[in-house]
T-cell receptor, first 107, second 113 residues
Framework: QKEVEQNSGPLSVPEGAIASLNCTYS??????FFWYRQYSGKSPELIMS????GDKEDGRFTAQLNKASQYVSLLIRDSQPSDSATYLC???????FGAGTRLTVKP | DARVTQTPRDKVTEMGQEVTMRCQPI?????VFWYRQTMMQGLELLAY????????DSGMPKDRFSAEMPDATLATLKIQPSEPRDSAVYFC???????????FGPGTRLTVT
């Protein structure tokens, strides 16, 4: 069974801190990786996509990919209370999502 | 702006009834995915299509669930007969192709009593 695993959470950080969310995957053939944010009662929305090893930055968000270690992470700098949500890692080739990590940013 | 639409948004039905959920993918997207989300199981992939052809439906209970794409603008997910354990939020998502990101619809909240 191909798997995508995330930190079980919940993760709580103070406002302004860096939140670090991690994801590992089992399928070495995976080529595309995505982070989604899901607010309670809403549908998942795409935050970042990453296809190559290394870092990809978009505003306060940085996605990091290490295919050799089968690891992808999301860093949120200067965390805001509005970032409080569940973050889902998705790995293509598999079309599967991790269980999600619930993040709470405390004012 | 382009969005995935789903109908109905909420459905309450009695056990044993047929349920049909509909999805209109974003125009120009050739892949469509159906997911089910519950608190216990998270986001589960049920089935997906590419160019209207089913590629994988291994996530669906075959005896009661069926998924189709009658045309490029409509995907359907049917449950017959429905059971209380089917209660969940069902999401449809579409994408440009398999390697690219998916965009989710608002979901259908199904309650089977």
């Amino acid at each position: 069974q191909k798997e995508v695993e995330q930190n079980s959470g919940p993760l709580s950080v103070p406002e302004g801190a860096i939140a670090s969310l991690n994801c590992t995957y089992s399928d070495r053939g995976s080529q595309s990786f995505f982070w989604y944010r899901q607010y309670s009662g809403k549908s998942p929305e795409l935050i970042m996509s990453i296809y190559s090893n290394g870092d990809k930055e978009d505003g306060r968000f940085t996605a990091q990919l290490n295919k050799a270690s089968q690891y992808v992470s999301l860093l949120i700098r200067d965390s805001q209370p509005s970032d409080s949500a569940t973050y889902l890692c998705a790995v293509k080739g598999d079309m599967r999502f991790g269980a999600g990590t619930r993040l709470t940013v405390k004012p | 702006d382009a969005r995935v639409t789903q109908t109905p948004r909420d459905k309450v039905t009695e056990m044993g009834q047929e349920v049909t959920m509909r999805c209109q993918p974003i125009l120009g997207h050739n892949t469509v995915f159906w997911y089910r989300q519950t608190m216990m199981q998270g986001l589960e992939l049920l089935a997906y299509f590419r160019n209207r052809a089913p590629l994988d439906d291994s996530g669906m209970p075959k005896d009661r669930f069926s998924a189709e794409m009658p045309d490029a603008t409509l995907a359907t997910l049917k449950i017959q007969p429905s059971e209380p354990r089917d209660s969940a939020v069902y999401f449809c998502a579409s994408g440009l192709d398999l390697a690219y990101e998916q965009y989710f619809g608002p979901g259908t909240r199904l309650t089977v009593t």
